[in-house]
Protein backbone atom coordinates (compact mmCIF):
# COMPACT_ATOMS: atom_id res chain seq x y z
CA UNK A 1 0.00 0.00 0.00
CA UNK A 2 1.21 3.49 -1.03
CA UNK A 3 1.62 5.62 2.30
CA UNK A 4 2.95 9.38 1.55
CA UNK A 5 5.15 10.27 4.66
CA UNK A 6 6.92 13.53 4.04
CA UNK A 7 8.18 16.94 5.44
CA UNK A 8 5.04 18.56 5.04
CA UNK A 9 3.37 15.77 6.94
CA UNK A 10 6.21 15.86 9.56
CA UNK A 11 5.56 19.58 10.03
CA UNK A 12 1.56 19.47 10.47
CA UNK A 13 2.24 16.88 13.44
CA UNK A 14 4.80 18.99 14.95
CA UNK A 15 2.34 21.41 14.93
CA UNK A 16 -0.58 19.21 16.26
CA UNK A 17 1.72 18.26 18.78
CA UNK A 18 1.90 21.51 20.28
CA UNK A 19 -1.47 22.17 20.07
CA UNK A 20 -2.38 19.04 22.04
CA UNK A 21 -2.98 19.65 25.29
CA UNK A 22 -4.29 16.18 26.46
CA UNK A 23 -0.80 13.93 27.58
CA UNK A 24 -2.67 10.86 25.75
CA UNK A 25 -3.10 12.77 22.52
CA UNK A 26 0.55 14.03 22.62
CA UNK A 27 2.78 10.62 23.52
CA UNK A 28 0.01 9.28 20.16
CA UNK A 29 1.19 11.92 17.74
CA UNK A 30 4.70 11.42 19.31
CA UNK A 31 4.68 8.20 18.52
CA UNK A 32 3.80 8.14 14.42
CA UNK A 33 6.66 11.16 14.29
CA UNK A 34 9.07 8.38 15.79
CA UNK A 35 7.89 6.08 13.40
CA UNK A 36 7.98 8.47 10.38
CA UNK A 37 11.59 9.36 11.03
CA UNK A 38 12.88 6.00 11.90
CA UNK A 39 13.55 5.16 8.30
CA UNK A 40 16.97 4.09 7.55
CA UNK A 41 19.61 6.39 6.66
CA UNK A 42 17.76 9.19 7.88
CA UNK A 43 14.94 8.47 5.42
CA UNK A 44 11.24 8.86 6.46
CA UNK A 45 8.80 5.73 6.62
CA UNK A 46 5.39 5.18 6.09
CA UNK A 47 3.50 1.82 5.29
CA UNK A 48 0.69 0.86 7.39
CA UNK A 49 2.14 1.17 10.61
CA UNK A 50 2.03 4.98 9.67
CA UNK A 51 -1.97 4.97 9.03
CA UNK A 52 -2.25 2.96 12.27
CA UNK A 53 -0.26 5.14 14.16
CA UNK A 54 -2.11 8.19 13.02
CA UNK A 55 -5.41 6.51 13.55
CA UNK A 56 -4.40 5.61 16.76
CA UNK A 57 -3.58 9.83 17.68
CA UNK A 58 -7.00 10.41 16.25
CA UNK A 59 -9.11 8.39 18.60
CA UNK A 60 -7.18 9.40 21.63
CA UNK A 61 -8.09 13.41 20.38
CA UNK A 62 -11.85 12.08 19.60
CA UNK A 63 -11.91 10.33 23.46
CA UNK A 64 -10.17 13.49 25.06
CA UNK A 65 -12.63 15.43 22.84
CA UNK A 66 -10.13 17.61 21.88
CA UNK A 67 -12.15 18.62 18.42
CA UNK A 68 -9.41 20.81 16.07
CA UNK A 69 -6.65 18.15 16.93
CA UNK A 70 -9.14 15.59 15.82
CA UNK A 71 -9.75 17.94 12.54
CA UNK A 72 -6.09 18.13 11.81
CA UNK A 73 -5.26 14.30 12.60
CA UNK A 74 -8.07 12.96 9.75
CA UNK A 75 -6.41 15.40 7.23
CA UNK A 76 -3.59 13.76 8.55
CA UNK A 77 -4.51 10.23 7.84
CA UNK A 78 -6.21 11.51 4.59
CA UNK A 79 -2.81 13.03 3.23
CA UNK A 80 -1.08 10.03 4.31
CA UNK A 81 -3.42 7.71 2.22
CA UNK A 82 -3.59 9.77 -0.99
CA UNK A 83 -7.05 11.23 -0.85
CA UNK A 84 -5.84 14.86 0.27
CA UNK A 85 -3.80 16.35 -3.14
CA UNK A 86 -0.50 18.59 -1.54
CA UNK A 87 -0.88 21.77 -2.52
CA UNK A 88 -4.42 21.71 -0.73
CA UNK A 89 -2.57 19.89 2.47
CA UNK A 90 0.35 22.49 1.89
CA UNK A 91 -2.14 25.74 1.52
CA UNK A 92 -4.64 24.92 4.17
CA UNK A 93 -1.95 24.50 6.97
CA UNK A 94 0.36 27.72 5.61
CA UNK A 95 3.31 25.27 5.54
CA UNK A 96 5.54 26.76 3.22
CA UNK A 97 4.41 30.56 2.44
CA UNK A 98 2.97 33.33 4.22
CA UNK A 99 0.96 36.62 3.39
CA UNK A 100 -2.26 36.32 0.46
CA UNK A 101 -3.05 32.87 -0.41
CA UNK A 102 -0.64 31.23 -3.80
CA UNK A 103 -2.69 31.80 -6.38
CA UNK A 104 -0.86 29.89 -8.59
CA UNK A 105 -2.49 27.34 -6.53
CA UNK A 106 -5.97 28.45 -7.72
CA UNK A 107 -5.10 28.85 -11.22
CA UNK A 108 -3.29 25.20 -11.90
CA UNK A 109 -6.57 23.96 -9.96
CA UNK A 110 -9.26 25.88 -11.81
CA UNK A 111 -7.21 25.00 -15.24
CA UNK A 112 -7.19 21.28 -13.75
CA UNK A 113 -10.70 21.45 -13.36
CA UNK A 114 -11.99 22.86 -16.54
CA UNK A 115 -9.85 20.27 -18.72
CA UNK A 116 -11.34 17.51 -16.34
CA UNK A 117 -14.79 18.39 -16.84
CA UNK A 118 -14.41 18.65 -20.70
CA UNK A 119 -12.94 15.69 -20.60
CA UNK A 120 -15.84 13.55 -18.48
CA UNK A 121 -18.33 14.95 -20.49
CA UNK A 122 -17.05 13.77 -23.70
CA UNK A 123 -16.86 10.16 -21.56
CA UNK A 124 -20.55 10.69 -20.95
CA UNK A 125 -21.60 12.22 -24.23
CA UNK A 126 -20.03 9.46 -26.34
CA UNK A 127 -21.78 6.84 -23.71
CA UNK A 128 -25.40 8.14 -24.58
CA UNK A 129 -24.66 8.37 -28.17
CA UNK A 130 -23.71 4.84 -28.06
CA UNK A 131 -26.40 3.47 -25.64
CA UNK A 132 -29.31 6.36 -26.07
CA UNK A 133 -31.77 3.81 -23.77
CA UNK A 134 -29.39 3.93 -20.83
CA UNK A 135 -30.39 4.91 -17.49
CA UNK A 136 -28.62 7.83 -15.46
CA UNK A 137 -27.49 4.65 -13.16
CA UNK A 138 -25.93 3.38 -15.89
CA UNK A 139 -23.91 6.62 -17.35
CA UNK A 140 -22.72 7.32 -13.68
CA UNK A 141 -21.54 3.64 -13.22
CA UNK A 142 -19.81 3.77 -16.57
CA UNK A 143 -17.96 7.23 -15.88
CA UNK A 144 -16.47 5.97 -12.46
CA UNK A 145 -15.61 2.53 -13.81
CA UNK A 146 -13.22 4.90 -16.10
CA UNK A 147 -12.04 7.01 -13.42
CA UNK A 148 -10.90 3.81 -11.68
CA UNK A 149 -8.57 3.41 -14.95
CA UNK A 150 -6.86 6.81 -14.66
CA UNK A 151 -4.03 6.04 -12.64
CA UNK A 152 -2.59 3.74 -15.90
CA UNK A 153 -2.67 6.42 -17.92
CA UNK A 154 -0.74 5.73 -21.02
CA UNK A 155 1.69 8.06 -22.99
CA UNK A 156 2.36 6.15 -26.40
CA UNK A 157 6.07 7.06 -27.11
CA UNK A 158 4.48 7.02 -31.33
CA UNK A 159 2.11 9.62 -30.14
CA UNK A 160 4.21 12.63 -29.05
CA UNK A 161 1.48 15.06 -26.91
CA UNK A 162 -1.17 12.22 -26.74
CA UNK A 163 -2.26 10.11 -24.09
CA UNK A 164 -4.82 7.14 -23.59
CA UNK A 165 -6.66 5.55 -21.26
CA UNK A 166 -6.68 1.65 -21.16
CA UNK A 167 -9.95 -0.02 -19.96
CA UNK A 168 -10.35 -2.35 -17.45
CA UNK A 169 -6.79 -2.45 -15.55
CA UNK A 170 -7.95 -0.91 -12.60
CA UNK A 171 -10.49 -4.45 -12.24
CA UNK A 172 -7.34 -7.00 -13.19
CA UNK A 173 -4.80 -5.13 -10.72
CA UNK A 174 -6.96 -5.07 -7.73
CA UNK A 175 -7.15 -8.81 -8.08
CA UNK A 176 -3.64 -9.35 -8.65
CA UNK A 177 -2.61 -7.23 -5.91
CA UNK A 178 -4.75 -9.33 -3.58
CA UNK A 179 -3.34 -12.63 -5.09
CA UNK A 180 0.29 -11.12 -4.63
CA UNK A 181 -0.41 -10.63 -1.23
CA UNK A 182 -1.29 -13.67 -0.29
CA UNK A 183 1.40 -15.39 -2.29
CA UNK A 184 4.54 -13.26 -1.87
CA UNK A 185 6.33 -10.35 0.61
CA UNK A 186 6.32 -7.52 -2.10
CA UNK A 187 4.58 -4.19 -2.32
CA UNK A 188 1.51 -5.64 -4.05
CA UNK A 189 -0.04 -2.60 -4.77
CA UNK A 190 2.59 -1.30 -6.74
CA UNK A 191 3.72 -4.78 -8.41
CA UNK A 192 0.41 -5.40 -9.79
CA UNK A 193 0.59 -2.33 -11.27
CA UNK A 194 3.36 -2.43 -13.17
CA UNK A 195 2.27 -5.57 -14.49
CA UNK A 196 -1.36 -5.03 -15.99
CA UNK A 197 0.73 -1.79 -17.59
CA UNK A 198 3.02 -3.96 -19.76
CA UNK A 199 2.31 -6.53 -22.02
CA UNK A 200 5.64 -8.36 -21.89
CA UNK A 201 4.71 -8.82 -18.44
CA UNK A 202 1.59 -10.45 -18.93
CA UNK A 203 3.11 -12.61 -21.22
CA UNK A 204 5.20 -13.87 -19.36
CA UNK A 205 2.60 -14.47 -16.51
CA UNK A 206 1.27 -16.41 -18.87
CA UNK A 207 3.95 -18.75 -19.71
CA UNK A 208 4.45 -19.18 -15.71
CA UNK A 209 2.50 -21.63 -13.55
CA UNK A 210 1.91 -18.99 -11.03
CA UNK A 211 1.60 -16.06 -13.60
CA UNK A 212 -1.61 -18.14 -14.93
CA UNK A 213 -3.13 -18.34 -11.18
CA UNK A 214 -3.07 -14.59 -11.88
CA UNK A 215 -4.85 -14.56 -14.70
CA UNK A 216 -6.99 -16.84 -14.14
CA UNK A 217 -8.08 -15.07 -10.35
CA UNK A 218 -8.61 -11.94 -12.71
CA UNK A 219 -10.74 -13.39 -14.90
CA UNK A 220 -12.79 -14.96 -12.35
CA UNK A 221 -13.38 -12.08 -10.31
CA UNK A 222 -14.87 -10.59 -13.70
CA UNK A 223 -17.04 -13.15 -14.25
CA UNK A 224 -18.01 -12.96 -10.62
CA UNK A 225 -18.76 -9.03 -10.97
CA UNK A 226 -20.66 -9.72 -14.36
CA UNK A 227 -22.85 -12.29 -12.42
CA UNK A 228 -23.46 -9.90 -9.78
CA UNK A 229 -24.98 -7.47 -12.38
CA UNK A 230 -26.85 -10.04 -13.66
CA UNK A 231 -28.53 -10.96 -10.57
CA UNK A 232 -29.62 -7.63 -9.69
CA UNK A 233 -31.10 -6.87 -13.03
CA UNK A 234 -33.10 -10.28 -12.99
CA UNK A 235 -34.09 -9.61 -9.23
CA UNK A 236 -35.13 -5.59 -10.30
CA UNK A 237 -39.17 -5.30 -10.97
CA UNK A 238 -38.23 -2.64 -13.36
CA UNK A 239 -35.72 -3.89 -15.63
CA UNK A 240 -37.14 -4.83 -19.46
CA UNK A 241 -35.84 -7.17 -21.57
CA UNK A 242 -33.40 -5.06 -22.97
CA UNK A 243 -31.54 -4.56 -19.53
CA UNK A 244 -31.42 -8.22 -19.00
CA UNK A 245 -30.38 -8.41 -22.65
CA UNK A 246 -27.06 -5.68 -21.82
CA UNK A 247 -26.56 -7.85 -19.09
CA UNK A 248 -25.89 -11.00 -20.76
CA UNK A 249 -23.97 -9.49 -23.65
CA UNK A 250 -20.76 -10.88 -24.08
CA UNK A 251 -21.44 -13.56 -20.91
CA UNK A 252 -21.61 -16.94 -22.69
CA UNK A 253 -19.79 -18.90 -20.33
CA UNK A 254 -22.54 -18.38 -17.92
CA UNK A 255 -24.93 -20.49 -20.07
CA UNK A 256 -22.70 -23.45 -19.69
CA UNK A 257 -19.08 -25.07 -20.89
CA UNK A 258 -20.69 -26.61 -23.83
CA UNK A 259 -20.24 -23.43 -25.90
CA UNK A 260 -17.70 -21.72 -27.24
CA UNK A 261 -18.22 -18.39 -28.22
CA UNK A 262 -21.52 -16.01 -29.36
CA UNK A 263 -22.26 -15.54 -32.67
CA UNK A 264 -22.03 -12.34 -34.41
CA UNK A 265 -24.91 -12.40 -36.35
CA UNK A 266 -28.27 -12.05 -34.99
CA UNK A 267 -30.80 -11.79 -38.41
CA UNK A 268 -30.15 -15.45 -39.50
CA UNK A 269 -33.07 -15.01 -41.43
CA UNK A 270 -35.45 -12.98 -42.85
CA UNK A 271 -37.88 -11.04 -40.49
CA UNK A 272 -36.35 -13.07 -36.90
CA UNK A 273 -33.57 -11.64 -35.18
CA UNK A 274 -32.44 -14.20 -32.40
CA UNK A 275 -31.96 -12.00 -29.12
CA UNK A 276 -28.05 -14.04 -28.15
CA UNK A 277 -27.03 -16.75 -30.80
CA UNK A 278 -24.58 -19.13 -29.70
CA UNK A 279 -22.21 -21.46 -30.77
CA UNK A 280 -21.89 -25.20 -29.38
CA UNK A 281 -18.69 -27.54 -29.32
CA UNK A 282 -19.89 -29.51 -31.85
CA UNK A 283 -20.02 -26.13 -34.23
CA UNK A 284 -24.29 -25.53 -34.11
CA UNK A 285 -26.02 -22.90 -33.59
CA UNK A 286 -28.08 -22.46 -29.92
CA UNK A 287 -30.92 -19.99 -29.90
CA UNK A 288 -31.51 -18.07 -26.73
CA UNK A 289 -35.01 -16.26 -26.40
CA UNK A 290 -34.90 -14.02 -23.38
CA UNK A 291 -37.91 -12.94 -21.58
CA UNK A 292 -38.71 -10.81 -18.68
CA UNK A 293 -37.70 -11.98 -15.25
CA UNK A 294 -39.15 -10.39 -12.21
CA UNK A 295 -41.25 -8.25 -14.06
CA UNK A 296 -43.40 -10.84 -15.62
CA UNK A 297 -47.38 -10.22 -15.50
CA UNK A 298 -49.40 -13.46 -14.94
CA UNK A 299 -46.62 -15.76 -13.47
CA UNK A 300 -44.97 -18.77 -14.72
CA UNK A 301 -47.10 -21.37 -13.36
CA UNK A 302 -50.61 -21.67 -12.75
CA UNK A 303 -52.75 -24.25 -11.19
CA UNK A 304 -54.21 -27.16 -12.76
CA UNK A 305 -56.54 -29.41 -11.30
CA UNK A 306 -54.04 -31.03 -8.13
CA UNK A 307 -50.62 -29.19 -9.97
CA UNK A 308 -49.08 -26.92 -11.71
CA UNK A 309 -48.32 -26.03 -15.17
CA UNK A 310 -46.43 -23.53 -17.23
CA UNK A 311 -47.97 -20.70 -17.52
CA UNK A 312 -49.34 -19.21 -21.39
CA UNK A 313 -45.80 -17.02 -21.19
CA UNK A 314 -43.92 -20.23 -21.35
CA UNK A 315 -45.61 -21.60 -24.21
CA UNK A 316 -45.92 -18.86 -26.17
CA UNK A 317 -41.93 -17.94 -25.55
CA UNK A 318 -41.50 -22.22 -26.58
CA UNK A 319 -43.63 -21.23 -30.05
CA UNK A 320 -41.78 -18.87 -30.34
CA UNK A 321 -37.97 -20.62 -30.46
CA UNK A 322 -39.66 -23.37 -32.14
CA UNK A 323 -40.99 -21.12 -34.70
CA UNK A 324 -36.63 -19.84 -35.05
CA UNK A 325 -35.30 -23.65 -35.09
CA UNK A 326 -38.08 -24.34 -38.14
CA UNK A 327 -37.17 -21.34 -39.95
CA UNK A 328 -33.11 -22.25 -39.22
CA UNK A 329 -33.73 -25.52 -40.37
CA UNK A 330 -35.25 -24.28 -43.65
CA UNK A 331 -32.35 -21.84 -44.65
CA UNK A 332 -29.78 -23.94 -43.29
CA UNK A 333 -27.37 -24.38 -46.15
CA UNK A 334 -27.49 -20.60 -47.06
CA UNK A 335 -26.77 -19.96 -43.25
CA UNK A 336 -23.99 -22.22 -43.35
CA UNK A 337 -22.36 -20.99 -46.57
CA UNK A 338 -23.17 -17.20 -45.70
CA UNK A 339 -22.25 -17.52 -41.69
CA UNK A 340 -20.42 -20.58 -41.41
CA UNK A 341 -23.20 -21.51 -38.43
CA UNK A 342 -24.62 -25.21 -38.22
CA UNK A 343 -28.14 -24.62 -37.60
CA UNK A 344 -29.57 -28.25 -38.54
CA UNK A 345 -28.65 -29.55 -35.08
CA UNK A 346 -29.87 -25.79 -33.30
CA UNK A 347 -31.11 -26.26 -30.28
CA UNK A 348 -32.64 -23.14 -28.01
CA UNK A 349 -33.45 -22.08 -24.32
CA UNK A 350 -36.38 -19.59 -23.18
CA UNK A 351 -34.78 -17.72 -19.82
CA UNK A 352 -38.30 -16.35 -18.11
CA UNK A 353 -39.31 -15.45 -15.09
CA UNK A 354 -37.98 -15.44 -11.46
CA UNK A 355 -39.42 -16.95 -8.55
CA UNK A 356 -39.31 -13.41 -6.34
CA UNK A 357 -41.83 -12.79 -8.23
CA UNK A 358 -44.32 -15.67 -7.21
CA UNK A 359 -43.87 -15.23 -3.13
CA UNK A 360 -46.82 -17.88 -3.20
CA UNK A 361 -45.10 -20.63 -4.86
CA UNK A 362 -42.68 -22.16 -3.55
CA UNK A 363 -39.05 -21.94 -5.86
CA UNK A 364 -38.60 -26.07 -5.53
CA UNK A 365 -42.15 -26.44 -7.62
CA UNK A 366 -41.43 -24.34 -9.82
CA UNK A 367 -38.79 -25.69 -11.15
CA UNK A 368 -39.87 -28.99 -10.88
CA UNK A 369 -42.81 -27.70 -13.26
CA UNK A 370 -40.00 -26.15 -15.42
CA UNK A 371 -38.49 -29.81 -15.69
CA UNK A 372 -40.81 -31.74 -16.23
CA UNK A 373 -42.02 -29.40 -18.87
CA UNK A 374 -38.46 -29.52 -20.30
CA UNK A 375 -38.66 -33.69 -20.54
CA UNK A 376 -40.91 -33.47 -23.04
CA UNK A 377 -39.53 -31.51 -25.39
CA UNK A 378 -36.04 -32.37 -27.55
CA UNK A 379 -34.56 -29.16 -28.95
CA UNK A 380 -36.21 -26.55 -26.57
CA UNK A 381 -35.37 -25.81 -22.90
CA UNK A 382 -36.90 -23.29 -20.61
CA UNK A 383 -35.10 -21.89 -17.23
CA UNK A 384 -36.16 -19.15 -14.74
CA UNK A 385 -33.05 -16.79 -14.86
CA UNK A 386 -32.28 -17.56 -11.13
CA UNK A 387 -31.63 -20.98 -12.03
CA UNK A 388 -29.23 -20.10 -14.75
CA UNK A 389 -27.46 -17.74 -12.45
CA UNK A 390 -27.46 -19.86 -9.63
CA UNK A 391 -26.16 -22.70 -11.97
CA UNK A 392 -23.32 -20.28 -13.32
CA UNK A 393 -22.40 -19.28 -9.87
CA UNK A 394 -21.86 -23.15 -8.63
CA UNK A 395 -19.10 -23.30 -11.75
CA UNK A 396 -17.62 -20.13 -10.80
CA UNK A 397 -17.42 -21.56 -6.83
CA UNK A 398 -15.79 -24.72 -8.12
CA UNK A 399 -13.07 -23.12 -10.33
CA UNK A 400 -12.58 -20.89 -7.27
CA UNK A 401 -11.76 -24.21 -4.95
CA UNK A 402 -10.03 -25.93 -8.04
CA UNK A 403 -6.99 -23.23 -7.57
CA UNK A 404 -5.48 -23.32 -4.94
CA UNK A 405 -4.89 -19.81 -2.93
CA UNK A 406 -7.86 -18.45 -5.25
CA UNK A 407 -9.97 -15.97 -3.09
CA UNK A 408 -13.61 -16.99 -3.13
CA UNK A 409 -16.16 -14.44 -2.24
CA UNK A 410 -19.70 -16.07 -2.14
CA UNK A 411 -21.14 -12.45 -1.67
CA UNK A 412 -20.20 -10.94 -5.24
Known sequence: MDVRSDWALELVLDKTYEAASATAVKDRIDAARRHMNGGAGGNRRGG??????LGEARKSASEAEDWEVLRVLQDCLYYAQG?????????????????????????????????????????????V????????????????????????????????????????RAEMALWMERVLQRRVEIDAKEAARRIVSS??????????????????????????????HLRQ?????????????????????????????????????????????LIRGDGALHVVELKQAARLGDGLVKRHRNGWVPSHHVNDAVG??????????????????????????????????????????????????????????????????????????RSLGHEAEETPGRHTDRSA
Open 199 to 228: PEALAVLAADEDGRLVLQAAEWQRRSAALA
Open 320 to 393: QVVHYLVGLDEHRERIREEFGYETRRATGVVLIGHPDAHPGIPESEINETLRVHNTHRNRVEVLTYKELIDNAE
Open 48 to 53: RRLLDL
Open 233 to 277: VAEDPLASEHDLQRALRGQYWIFGGRFVGEAAHRRLVPGNEVDIP
Open 129 to 168: DEQPEASAGELLAHIEAQSLDVPFLEAPAEEPARYRIPRG
Open 83 to 127: RLLRPDFEEKYRLFQQGPRNDNVRNWLSATLRASSKFWTEVGRTF
